[in-house]
């Protein structure tokens, strides 16, 4: 597969043509080529263009002089694991489809984004309140998947750990506050889109907003599980 260089390599290649009628060669300097290794290495990225950075980049040679014309390049081999860190790819460039020159490219894909961190020093045990809380931009390329999504993800949850002030907070160190306890009366609801059912029970273990619960018919006296709603309010699929 043939790809082509940014408007902006062209347009060096046409400046320099214009300025210099005379000239034979291109020059490809090592920002052109940093250019070319970001357009191969972030293709297929699912983020925005705008939250990637290459770092440490460097090729082999570190300029290449081709003869004027149309440049291009063909994708020799690159790596085919994750979609950030430590990328390495070789690409074959051409002027006017003629091959011309191999060029050997490595750096470092960094992504970017806003991320949730601690307002102020906070205790374990700490119930999350919106002043808790603060978003800032970060490197987001070695985090683990367990960021918390938002401030509303976080907030009414416990910690579970202390945090010092800009601490970076992870799913890992929240706990759901428990709506029902164990042996709490509840409403068990049971709906379809024309009918609602309810009755009385009796929950047998502790849950937060979402969990699933064991919760007995206090009018069948058979034990079901059920999704808590609210506080006092379970739902079962009908």
């Known amino acids: 597969m043939r790809n082509y260089l940014s408007i902006v390599l062209i347009f060096l290649s046409c400046a320099c043509f214009a300025t210099a009628s005379q000239a034979t060669d291109l020059s490809l300097t090592s920002d052109e ?3 070319m290794f970001r357009e ?21 040679p570190a300029q290449i ?59 374990r045990h700490t119930i999350i309140s919106p002043d808790d809380l603060a978003v800032a931009r970060r490197d987001l390329t070695m985090f683990a998947h367990d960021l918390i999504p938002s401030k509303e993800a976080a907030i009414g949850q416990r910690l579970t750990t202390n945090l010092r002030s800009g601490a970076v907070l992870f799913a890992r160190n929240l706990k759901k506050m428990p709506l029902i306890e164990r042996g709490d009366l509840v409403t068990i609801r049971a709906s379809t889109k024309n009918l609602q059912v309810s009755v009385q029970g009796e929950a047998r273990n502790q849950g937060a907003k979402d969990d699933t619960v064991r919760v007995k018919n206090l009018m069948s006296r058979k034990i079901i599980i059920a999704r808590v709603v609210e506080s006092g309010l379970v739902e079962v699929d009908f």
């Open 65 to 123: 002089d081709l003869p004027m014309g149309q440049v291009s390049y063909q994708i020799l081999s690159q790596d085919h694991g994750g979609l950030l860190g430590q990328k390495n790819i070789s690409l074959l460039l051409t002027i006017d489809g003629q091959p011309k020159a191999k060029v050997k490219m490595h750096g470092d894909v960094h992504r970017y984004g806003d991320i949730i961190i601690t307002s102020r020093r906070l205790p």
């Open 40 to 60: 191969v290495v972030t293709k297929d990225s699912p983020w925005p263009a705008t939250d990637l950075e290459i770092k440490n980049f460097s090729s082999i």
């Open 33 to 35: 080529m940093a250019a």
